[in-house]
């Protein structure tokens, strides 16, 4: 099946500054892609639809300037949580469609 | 939006038994998928399984559109199978509260 990564797997960071996440597509191509939050015990919430060449959109209720995402090629998107705070702690996940949707492995942002 | 449900939340068995996870959605869909999330977090993909009925090895799965619902059947449960079941569907994937199986030996 496809592949989907993600750099980094874990970050930590003090409350204030930003994070960048990286989601690739490793053997396919992918025009959209998509980013999930996920809380302890939850299950995954979509956050903003990631679109190459064009503005992402994004899921009610999830702010845009605070989460920046970048689809710069057709096998990156990367999302920025801009001044991060404690409750933007949390499991980051991304996902791209090959036929059906691949997941990448997640990222866990603990924002101290 | 559409509304996703499974059941049970959670699910106990002993190593070898057989189990039976439902997904129930609210509206039409043209994509379904089942994964299986390990403790690390990784979804593992299981099915993609709009309509008609797939098996792979132990298990196997089963949606029927028309009714609105897809199973995921387990047989011979092993220790390795525990972990949380999720549903999905639409291509902007909104997913159910999941079924958090645990598999004792």
């Known amino acids: 099946g496809a592949v989907v990564s993600q750099h980094p797997s874990w970050v930590i960071c003090k409350s204030g500054t930003s994070v960048k996440i990286e989601c690739r597509s490793l053997?396919?191509?992918?025009?959209?892609m998509f980013w999930y939050r996920q809380f302890p015990k939850q299950s995954l919430m979509l956050m903003a639809t990631?679109?190459?060449?064009?503005?992402?959109?994004?899921e009610q209720g999830v702010e845009k300037d605070k989460f920046l995402i970048n689809h710069a090629s057709l096998t990156l998107s990367t999302l920025t949580v801009t001044s991060a705070h404690p409750e933007d702690s949390s499991f980051y996940i991304c996902?791209?469609?090959?036929?059906?949707?691949?997941f990448g492995p997640g990222t866990r942002l603990t924002v101290l | 939006g559409i509304q996703v449900e499974q059941s049970p939340p959670d699910l106990i068995l002993q190593e070898g038994a057989n189990s039976t996870l439902r997904c129930n959605f609210s509206d039409s869909v043209n994509n379904l998928q089942w994964f299986h999330q390990n403790p690390w977090g990784q979804l593992i993909n299981l099915f993609y399984i709009p309509s008609g009925t797939k098996q792979n090895g132990r298990l196997s799965a089963t949606t029927v559109a028309t009714e609105r619902y897809s199973l995921l059947y387990i047989s011979s449960s092993q220790t390795t199978d525990s972990g949380v079941y999720f549903c999905?569907?639409?291509?902007?994937?909104?997913f159910g509260a999941g079924t958090r199986l645990t598999v004792k030996p």
């Open positions: 996902s791209a469609p090959a036929g059906q949707m691949y």
């Open positions: 053997d396919f191509q992918a025009t959209t």
């Open positions: 990631s679109n190459e060449g064009s503005k992402a959109t994004y």
């Open positions: 999905a569907v639409r291509v902007r994937m909104r």
